[in-house]
Nanobody, 129 residues
Framework: QVQLVEAGGGLVQAGGSLRLSCAAS????????MGWFRQVPGKEREFVAA????????YYADSVKGRFTISRDSAKNTVYLQMNSLKPEDTAVYYC??????????????????????WGQGTQVTVSS
């Protein structure tokens, strides 16, 4: 069974850091574009960051650029999101996603997120002020 499992969420003070991980199983995701989205109650799911299959290209939402870093370890079939200088407005459930054919990560900010092939169940990030 293909699964993406997020981990690493929690409660952190403003200005602090967290590292999220997304472990894939069921198949190799090394050639898949992968990324992170977040969602708060009453709002649409929002693009955060994406990374190419090779890991050599990354793309970030303007709201997190300079603070968040996405990376991947193909050997571990895992994608990470390092979040620094966290703000209360970063509070959300963070979801990882993967897709085999939507490989142009620069389109991920505007795509229909529901079209992505695989999703994790999410991990809660809460940033206190």
């Amino acid at each position: 069974q293909v699964q993406l499992v997020e981990a690493g969420g929690g409660l952190v003070q403003a200005g602090g850091s967290l590292r999220l991980s997304c472990a894939a199983s069921g198949r190799t995701f090394s050639s898949y574009a992968m990324g992170w989205f977040r969602q708060v109650p009453g709002k649409e799911r929002e693009f955060v960051a994406a990374i190419s299959g090779s890991g050599r290209s990354t793309y970030y939402a303007d709201s997190v650029k300079g603070r968040f870093t996405i990376s991947r370890d193909s050997a571990k079939n895992t994608v990470y999101l390092q979040m620094n200088s966290l703000k209360p407005e970063d509070t959300a459930v963070y979801y990882c996603a993967a897709d085999s054919d939507l490989t142009d990560i620069f389109k991920w900010a505007s795509l229909d997120w529901a079209s992505l092939d695989y999703w994790g169940q999410g991990t809660q990030v809460t940033v206190s002020s």
